[in-house]
């Protein structure tokens, strides 16, 4: 079994009172529903797994739990307030010796203190490390999608923002999280890849000179799609329906899974995200056409200037 926040699953499942539990595991650790199903079998449960596509709690399979009474969701905290879910995330513990090199890279006394789900129950134990070398760790709580004090998502920087620093440490794995943290704060971010043991500065530019390219090739097109996520935790109508009122060259498309396919088929000359913030910033190289945040699209329009520049969040 994964490690997750605590082992009170099946305790949890029956306070439920269900009697048919569906999975949903996202994408890298979708075969370990496999062992957990044949547990929950084993304790009389009946158990569907769910096949869909899952890339946070935000894209929950809803059309599942027309056929079970409950759906457990791994990997994730939750983004919203869902009924019938139970959420089990996952838990990796952190060497915290491995935060030494950090220090050098510490320019004041006081730091804002970040982590994605999985070490969220690490940040005291990292509080103690850095309070012992002279180091304040400012931890805040977040935002509506991020119920932990200290927790960001690629969507959400809003425990970042709230601590207030002007230089804020991300301890966690990839880019994409330290460049957030840095746009959404205008903070020096120091990001530390506790399975690497690696340190780095995070420094948005290349992906800001990236972004400048995109809006500047957008200019021309003919045509917009506004995407529109069916996702339970994408969907923003309303945000949709503004930018599509910006420019009469832009339709809203309504779409579960964006794919460079999809996006090829239907033909639109460039495409405005109000999905998962990540997929205009992470994925563009995937995309055939340029795919703009909605802020970018309202540099387009002329309603924002590029100096107002703004990571897409949805809080
Ligand atoms: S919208 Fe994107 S970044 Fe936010 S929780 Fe979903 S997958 Fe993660």
Not at 62 to 91: C, Q, W
Not at 131 to 144: L, N, Q, R
Not at 215 to 239: N, V, Y
């Amino acid at each position: 079994m994964l490690k997750t926040q605590n082992s009170d699953i099946f305790l949890r499942l029956e306070n439920s009172g269900a009697k048919t539990v569906a999975l949903q595991f996202p994408e890298g650790i979708k075969r370990e529903a496999i062992s957990f199903a044949e547990e929950l079998r084993k304790k009389g449960y009946i158990v569907i797994i769910s096949g869909e596509p899952c890339w946070g709690a935000c894209d929950l399979d809803l059309d599942i739990l027309k056929s079970a009474d409950v759906l457990v969701h791994y990997g994730h905290a939750p983004v919203d307030d869902t009924k019938n879910i139970i959420y089990e995330f996952l838990r990796h513990d952190i060497d915290i010796n491995s935060l030494e090199p950090v220090l050098g890279s510490i320019k004041g006394k006081k730091i804002g203190l970040v982590t994605t789900i999985q070490h969220v129950h690490e940040l005291e134990r990292i509080k103690v490390f850095f309070a012992e070398k002279g180091i304040e760790c400012i931890v805040s709580k977040g935002g509506k999608r991020t119920p932990y004090k200290g927790q960001v998502l690629g969507c959400s920087f809003e425990a970042a923002k709230n601590t207030g620093c002007n230089e804020i440490l991300f301890v966690g794995t990839g880019v994409f999280h330290p460049l957030g943290v840095s746009l959404a704060t205008g903070a020096r971010v120091i990001a530390f890849d506790p399975y690497m043991k690696e340190v780095r500065i995070a420094d948005p530019d290349r992906l800001l000179r990236q972004r400048f390219a995109k809006i500047e090739k957008a200019r021309s097109a003919g045509s917009f799609g506004i995407i529109l996520s069916k996702k339970s935790g994408q969907k923003r109508e309303e945000l949709a329906e503004r930018l599509a009122s910006l420019s009469d060259k832009a339709c809203i498309i309504s779409i579960g899974e964006v794919t460079p396919d999809a996006l090829l088929n239907l033909g639109f000359d460039a495409y405005v995200n109000t999905a998962c913030p990540r997929l205009a910033y992470d994925d563009q190289a995937r995309f055939p056409r340029p795919m703009l945040s909605p802020a970018e699209f309202e540099i387009v329009c002329k309603v924002r200037d590029w100096e107002d520049y703004k990571i897409d969040e949805i809080n």
